[in-house]
């Protein structure tokens, strides 16, 4: 093992234990988070002081330039501890992935090269609600336009829009824009069931510039025609986008059914099963049968998602490439999973009692964190099973994400 190999392990290592190290502060904060829908300011600054926010950075920009593996465990252990967290962490640091190898020299460094000891967050949704914009010399003025579930927009100090632009030959393609908070106006509209600190809030621009060194076409990102020479042998770069964007959304599964799992042992331990004669539910036959079954669904997805991860990442250090087949079959792994998950909860929540009502109760906010997650389109398990099951039978696949 080389040197930087082992330096790597170590900082892989220093980030989930300064991820794990949060969880206690994170889920003692879960009600209160779930109460007035923010991460508490404090709790964000721990967040960035333990480097949780540039696990994906470029080195060259104070980054820590790890893998997603170690993002993944990172992603993991935050939503142990609180769910809106732990989508935060997830979809803050795929962020700097996406725009490392999509935009140049000249974005990268006006969006991290002042702000190197600084976690600089980035926010945004690819699809807008609707859009007004022109092409102007020099760039794109954006009349008025509007992008819902910016997830982190509360936190975020650049924002990552995506927009459909004339492709010159009477057509459209997709086109990713970077602004500055200031160029954006944050709407108080996250009002929802799960996930309530996420910050996935809508947000709007009206007459903004945006100039031509921050705008990145999709269709020459994916061949990798905007990433600078010192990243273009860099493997977590050569990552493939369309596995690692389903993880990003994913990710934070995990976390939460382990931290579920946590919160229902608390209560297996010293609560009684009402109308029968066990006075804890660490006594009773069903009980044993209930938690064996989830934690095993729970350890099983664990698999199937490091499975998934560590040949992401060989691929990616051996500059190999996916076909769409591996693609699809990945983002079904990855909803299959996503369904173990679904299905351990539910079992904990048959022995959860009547107390699962209080809005008070830590567990319940937990589940209600995982079902909001559980049904986002990218992640949905029928989905994406079913656009596997098509390729089995020799089909095209369902859908443009592929």
């Known amino acids: 093992m080389t040197q930087t190999s082992v330096q790597q392990i170590e900082v ?5 234990e300064n991820a794990r190290s949060l969880q206690k502060i ?19 600054q721990m967040i960035r002081d333990k480097g949780l926010l540039k696990v994906l950075r470029p080195k060259l920009f104070g980054g820590y330039q790890t893998d997603m593996r170690t993002y993944f465990e990172v992603v993991t252990e935050i939503s142990r501890g609180n769910g809106s967290a732990g989508w935060f962490v997830s979809l803050s640091n795929i962020r700097d992935y996406m ?6 020299r000249q974005a990268l460094t006006e969006i991290f090269g ?12 690819f699809k807008p609600v609707h859009i007004d914009l022109e092409r102007v010399e020099g760039g794109y003025f954006v009349k008025k336009a509007q992008w819902p579930f910016v997830s982190g927009s509360p936190y975020a100090d650049w924002f990552y829009s995506g927009a459909p632009v004339d492709d010159g030959n009477g057509g459209q393609e997709m086109a ?11 709407l108080d509209d996250w009002d929802v069931v799960g996930l309530k600190g996420s910050g996935s809030n809508s947000i709007v621009m009206e007459n903004v510039f945006i100039p031509d060194h921050r705008v990145s076409l999709d269709r020459l990102a994916v061949q990798g025609h905007y990433i600078i020479d010192e990243l273009k042998d860099e493997p977590l770069y050569r990552t493939p986008f369309v596995p690692s964007l389903t993880l990003s959304i994913v990710a934070p599964t995990l976390g939460l059914a382990l931290g579920g799992f946590d919160l229902h042992m608390q209560r297996v331990m010293k609560a009684g099963i009402g109308n029968t004669f066990y006075q804890k539910m660490s006594e009773a036959p069903v009980t044993h049968l209930q ?3 989830a934690e095993m ?25 996916f076909n769409q087949k591996e693609s699809i079959r990945m983002k079904a792994e990855f909803g299959f999973a996503n369904q173990l998950c679904k299905e351990s909860f539910d079992l904990m929540l048959a022995g959860a009692g009547s107390v699962f ?34 390729i089995l039978c020799d089909l095209e696949p369902n859908t443009y994400f592929a």
């Open 114 to 125: 002042e702000n190197r000891d600084k976690d600089v967050v980035l926010a945004g949704n």
């Open 297 to 321: 669904k729970i350890e099983a997805a664990r698999l199937m998602f490091i499975d998934v991860i560590n040949k992401l990442d060989e691929y990616s250090r051996e500059g190999k490439l």
């Open 12 to 16: 892989s290592d220093m980030l989930i």
């Open 357 to 390: 009502a209080y809005n008070s109760n830590v567990f319940q906010a937990f589940y209600r964190d995982f079902i909001t997650m559980h049904l986002h389109a990218f992640i949905t398990p029928s989905s994406l099973l079913e656009t596997h099951g098509r």
């Open 26 to 44: 994170l889920r003692d904060a879960t009600l209160d988070i779930d109460q007035k829908s923010k991460i508490p300011d404090e709790i964000v």
């Open 291 to 293: 938690i064996g079954e």
């Open 176 to 186: 990713i824009f970077i602004v500055p908070r200031q160029d954006v106006t944050v």
């Open 99 to 104: 725009v490392s190898y999509a935009f140049g």
